[in-house]
C-alpha cells in the first residue's frame, strides 16, 4: 500500500541521514587526528643538551645567540641551569641590551621540553610584558625547524594547529584528545604518550596582578603548583621612583 511505502521510505532516509553523519564524524576525526608523529632526529644532540643549557642555547637557538659569549653571561647561564635542574633562588642584574630576557625565555623552553619542570611561570613588570615573552616562546615552538626535528612529540602538535587556536579543544591524537592549549596568557604542551613534556605549562602574569595561589589541573587530575618561576625585569620606570612600589613589589617577590 501506499502508506508501507512512505514508511519505508522513511526508515531508509534515516539509514541515509545515520550513514552520512558517521560518514561526517570519520572524516572530523581523521581531520583532526595528527597520529602518526614524526620520528626525532638528532638523538645524540637532544640527549646532550638535557642537561648542558648553554649546549642547548647553542644547538636550537643559534638564530637567537649569535655572538660569542662572555664570561658573563657564561656565569648567568650556569645560575640558571643550578636553579632548573636542582633547585635554588637567586637575583641577577644585568645591563640592559644583554639578552637576560632572552635567556629568561629560552631557560623556559629549556625546562618544559626535558620535563625539568611541570609548571613554569613568567613574571613581568605587567601582564603586557610577561605576555610578549610568552609570545617569542610559541614563535619558537612552532617556527623553530631545529626543535621540531628534536621534539616532533611537542613542536608537531603545535605545527598541525596552523596558527589557528580554536583547533586545539579538537585535536586527537590515536583518538585522544591532547589537551594542547595556545593562548595568550598561557600555553600547556600536548599531551602525548611517552613524552616527558606532557601537559606542561607556561604560564605568564605581571607581578602586580593575580600570582599567588596559581595551580593548573592535569588531564590525569593531577593538580600542580608553578615549580619554576621566571621573573624579567620587575620594575617599571614608574615604580622605580617610588619607594612604596618598590616596598610592595619586594614584599610579592619574598
Known sequence: PWAWMIKQTGREYEAHKSEARERIRRLSQSSRDISPIPKPTRPRVRKKARDDFRYFCDKYLPATFTLPWSPDHLKVIAKIEKAVLGGGLFALAMPR?????TLCESAAMW???YGHGRFVCLIGSSEEAAALMLDSI???LETNELLAASFPEVCYPIQRLDGIVH???GQIFKGQRTFISWTSKEIVLPSI????ASSAIVKCAGITGRIRGLKFKRPDG??????IVIIDDPQTDESAQSPSQCRTRESVLA
Not at 641590551?97 to 630576557?101: I, L, P, V, Y
Not at 593531577?222 to 615549580?227: N, Y
Open 111 to 113: 625546562a618544559i621540553l
Open 167 to 169: 583547533r586545539a579543544n
Open 193 to 196: 604518550p611517552g613524552s616527558v
Open 138 to 140: 610559541k614563535a619558537e
Open 222 to 227: 593531577e593538580a600542580v603548583r608553578p615549580d
Open 97 to 101: 641590551g644583554s639578552g637576560k630576557t
